[in-house]
């Protein structure tokens, strides 16, 4: 046993592996099984997520399979690129793309041709191009640093600390309380605390960073490395002085970009003779190599129960991870953290004078200021002056804040084809905004993967919050510089799809999660599959999903956190509610607002449809109707009208693919056949929607379906896209500085809206 640090610590012995070696026919076939088809059924589908999985645990159990399983992939991909099949292409190459980071060892022709394959992504259109791109960058550096991706992947997930690399990475899966219940919620809990380090294997931070060094010389040296001789070597020594000299190494080959092969074979040869030395056996050189399975993440558990918990265990992780100097004392409670930052919150002062005490008119240069004295020089300078320049005491302004907020979106300048400052387009941004801004991003060493489970609730919940986290930071930075904030989402529903009646259609509690299983088919067999299994999952025994080291939920979770890296922009919109007293209130809302007039809802149905059959003119509550008419050219009209209705339904999020524009849809309910303006149960596309009740009647309004979030007594509701809130800090600071034109300066740059990224396997495909 070694001692480092003052921590003993022992790896485990190499055992040999009691998984079979699988031959490359069954890996075809289970291959074959996992891909999405058009003709699959719902149940398929639901099988699908298990089986990607039962597939990758063939890998992880036994090495000899993942080299197999690449060469299958390989053989698979140029298949589907000879016949253009590109409904499989993707889910092939993020397939191909996890197998690899696990594989110890690639020869360099394999290598070479998922290069070739991914560079010739390059010319189809989005978003093929951009995930082509992507990764033809990962093999790039993979092929001339072998083992980067893995190491870099446990450094950063399992915050590993180091010299050379400082990027750290911390999951938060959040789970909605009315949805995760009971054994639900304990289940879910119980397995993702299954993946934790401590529960694993791997019991302390040294064994992840033997399994680092392990991985990384097998990758490198190849059949050279005798896996058995290397694993007792770390055993008998202490790992994490060679741990760090392999983590120097092969950063430093890629900033170098790889282009000297060869002495980072000799430097990590030299490493590997140092660790084998004294435990030599039979086997001079070669030998199979030894699997390193790729753990999963650290994930910290959360019951969704206030809306601040999150910026504040975000503000903690951030405290305890970090060496800068923070705001927040260490004594401080985290619990008056929002109630501190307002307090501090300053306004600065516009000057026009330059603030050096030589350059003051005459008339201020008075003994009784309070201007610091300038210090005595005995060489003059700058002529006549015998005193240095010295600025007065005062607040060093730093480079406007909303700078960087504005460059977690993409430019809004031209969004397929329509320039200009436009309140919605056409089609719903998808992919990397970072190659549509023409600022460069902020390097930030810190990254928040916020998983949230349940339905369109907690969306909305999350939208809230994201929201005034913007709207803080924007007064004053805290959480934005520090961390990269990545949001992933996962439908749970808690209930079965219900129906209103014959006339309306289904109402889908995980409309979001619909949509995006619609726009990615690889995200609707591995993620919406798993929300929907999830209820049986959870509730199932331990022994029933096989050893507690391999929970199903939690490698689903981390398979799709690895792999979706394509987000998909969602729009956030702001709503203005007035009530009977007078009084305003402000929201936002990410999918659906539901408005019913009491008065006319609390009459029975069928007296409802009989007086709409004798008086059709005499059905629903009278209420003015303000709304600017989107048109697919683009030329927005506004209209206003009266109109009579039991109940408004607007909805965010289209629920079939040829409607799908983003923008608003109001559906007016119960309207009366005879109408001269509008057509009967009508919907109206629209940005900005205003609704008035009149004739003393209230309206009683509903967000993304929270009844936590449901306003009574209200007199009228005005809907209209969410700015950005460094948008509009960074117009008053134009508006003060200069006077003229509205878009001069940064805000021509900047995008106007609050989208909320929500990241998928491979976006929208059309």
């Known amino acids: 046993m070694a001692h480092c640090h003052g921590l003993s610590w022992q790896s485990p012995e190499p055992k040999a592996t009691n998984y079979p070696i699988v031959p490359e026919k069954e890996l075809y076939r289970s291959l074959q099984a996992i891909l999405p088809k058009e003709t699959d059924l719902q149940d398929t589908l639901n099988r699908a997520g298990m089986l990607r999985w039962t597939l990758h645990q063939k890998v992880k159990n036994n090495p000899a399979n993942s080299l197999s399983l690449v060469w299958v992939l390989v053989k698979e991909l140029e298949k589907a690129e000879r016949f253009d099949n590109r409904g499989i292409i993707l889910p092939l190459l993020h397939t191909i793309m996890y197998a690899i980071v696990q594989t110890a060892h690639i020869p360099d022709e394999l290598y070479k041709r998922v290069y070739d394959i991914c560079k010739r992504l390059l010319i189809l259109p989005h978003p093929y191009c951009a995930i082509g791109l992507s990764y033809t960058r990962q093999i790039k550096a993979e092929r001339s640093v072998p083992g980067l991706r893995y190491q870099r992947m446990v450094v950063a997930e399992q915050g590993l600390k180091n010299d050379y690399y400082p990027c750290q990475e911390r999951v938060f899966v959040l789970a909605d309380p009315d949805v995760f219940t009971g054994a639900m919620a304990e289940g879910l809990k119980r397995d993702i605390k299954a993946s934790n380090s401590e529960y694993e294997d791997f019991v302390s931070p040294y064994d992840h960073m033997c399994s680092v060094v392990q991985h990384t010389l097998q990758a490198v040296l190849g059949e050279e490395c005798n896996a058995a001789e290397l694993a007792r070597g770390l055993q008998a020594t202490c790992v994490e002085p060679h741990f760090q000299e392999v983590l120097a190494t092969v950063e430093q080959s890629a900033e170098a970009g790889g282009r000297d092969r060869g002495l980072l074979s000799s430097r990590l040869q030299q490493l590997y003779d140092k660790i084998v030395t004294g435990v030599k056996s039979e086997c001079v050189s070669g030998g199979s190599l030894h699997d390193c399975p790729l753990p999963n993440p650290e994930m910290s558990f959360h019951m969704w129960t206030n809306d601040f918990d999150l910026w504040r265990e975000l503000g903690r992780w951030l405290r305890s991870s970090s060496t800068d100097h923070f705001s927040l004392s260490q004594d401080q409670d985290d619990g008056d953290m929002d109630e501190m930052r307002v307090s501090e919150a300053r306004h600065s002062v516009l000057s026009n004078d330059s603030g050096i005490v030589g350059d003051l008119p005459p008339g201020l240069d008075s003994p009784n200021m309070s201007f610091p004295e300038p210090p005595v020089s005995s060489t003059p300078a700058f002529g006549k002056r015998d005193s240095k320049l010295s600025r007065r005491g005062g607040m060093k302004m730093k480079p406007t804040h909303p700078i960087v907020l504005m460059q977690e979106t993409p430019d809004s300048r031209e969004r397929n084809g329509r320039r200009g400052s436009l309140p919605f387009s056409l089609q719903r941004r998808t992919g990397n905004g970072a190659t549509q801004n023409p600022f460069p991003k902020m390097q930030r060493n810190s990254t928040a993967r916020i998983v949230v489970m349940g339905d369109d609730r907690v969306l909305g919940r999350l939208a809230e919050a994201y929201y005034y986290l913007r709207k803080r930071e924007a007064r004053r930075l805290f959480l934005t510089v520090r961390a990269n904030l990545q949001f992933y989402y996962i439908p749970v529903c808690s209930a079965p799809v219900s129906h209103d009646n014959k006339h309306q259609s289904v109402r889908i509690p995980c409309t979001v999660g619909s949509y995006l299983g619609r726009a990615d088919p690889w995200y609707n067999c591995n993620v919406k599959s798993l929300g929907a299994t999830l209820p049986q999952l959870t509730t199932m025994q331990p022994t029933t999903l096989g050893k507690p080291k391999e929970p199903f939920v939690s490698d689903a979770i981390s398979y799709y956190l690895r792999a979706g890296q394509q987000p998909v922009y969602f729009t956030i919109y702001s709503v203005k509610i007035i009530c009977t007293s007078n009084s305003l209130v402000e929201d936002v809302f990410l999918t659906h607002v539901e408005l019913v007039f009491p008065d006319f809802h609390l009459i029975p149905k069928s007296l409802r449809e009989k007086q709409r059959k004798s008086a059709g003119d005499m059905c629903g509550a009278v209420a003015t ?79 993304d379906r929270d009844c936590r979030r449901t306003y009574k007594h209200v007199q009228s509701i005005e809907i209209f896209p969410c700015v950005d809130p460094s948008y509009s800090v960074q117009k008053t600071f134009q508006s003060k500085v200069a006077v003229g034109d509205e878009k001069s300066g940064l805000s021509k740059y900047m995008n106007k809206g609050l989208p909320l990224p929500i990241n998928t396997f491979s976006g929208i495909i059309s």
């Open 625 to 703: 109707l303000c709304y600017k008419e989107a048109k697919l050219s683009g030329r927005d009209t506004n209209r206003a009208m009266p109109v009579r209705t039991s109940a408004v339904q607007i909805d965010a999020i289209p629920a079939k693919d040829d409607e799908d524009v983003n923008c608003l849809t109001v559906t007016l309910k119960d309207q009366p056949a005879k109408t001269k303006n509008i057509s009967p149960n009508p919907k109206i596309r629209t940005s900005e929607v205003k609704i008035c009740a009149m004739g003393g009647q209230s309206i009683t309004v509903t967000l």
